[in-house]
Nanobody
Framework: QVQLVESGGGLVQAGGSLRLSCAAS????????MGWFRQAPGKAREFVGG????????YYVDSVKGRFTISRDNAKNTGFLQMNSLKPEDTAVYYC?????????????????WGQGTQVTVTT
């Protein structure tokens, strides 16, 4: 089992930045790929991007490419989502997830472990 806890969400003006953290406990975090998802009110949960277990590779969906950066610190069992140039349409609950396989997949069922989510609200 891997337990994931997100933090760092909040209220920010458009154009601002936030850094989300995903703290892991339980089984060895460094053996899992990590992904970030988000879910806006009334919408399906969508994939934001992922990072390989060793941090060597990342993947982003087009809507966040160039604005968001995923990283991880395996020594601290923590993953990060740095969000810059935020837009109102980035408003959502953000979730981190972990799995042993493809870090580029947006298929929800492919991710084994999930956090509880953290709210990000971007105002105009």
């Amino acid at each position: 089992q891997v337990q994931l806890v997100e933090s760092g969400g909040g209220l920010v003006q458009a154009g601002g930045s936030l850094r989300l953290s995903c703290a892991a406990s339980g089984r060895t975090f460094s053996s899992f790929n990590m992904g970030w998802f988000r879910q806006a009110p009334g919408k399906a949960r969508e994939f934001v991007g992922g990072i390989r277990w060793n941090g060597a590779n990342t993947y982003y969906v087009d809507s966040v490419k160039g604005r968001f950066t995923i990283s991880r610190d395996n020594a601290k069992n923590t993953g990060f989502l740095q969000m810059n140039s935020l837009k109102p349409e980035d408003t959502a609950v953000y979730y981190c997830a972990a799995a042993s396989h493809d870090y580029t997949t947006g298929r929800l069922g492919a991710w084994t472990y999930w956090g509880q989510g953290t709210q990000v609200t971007v105002t105009t």
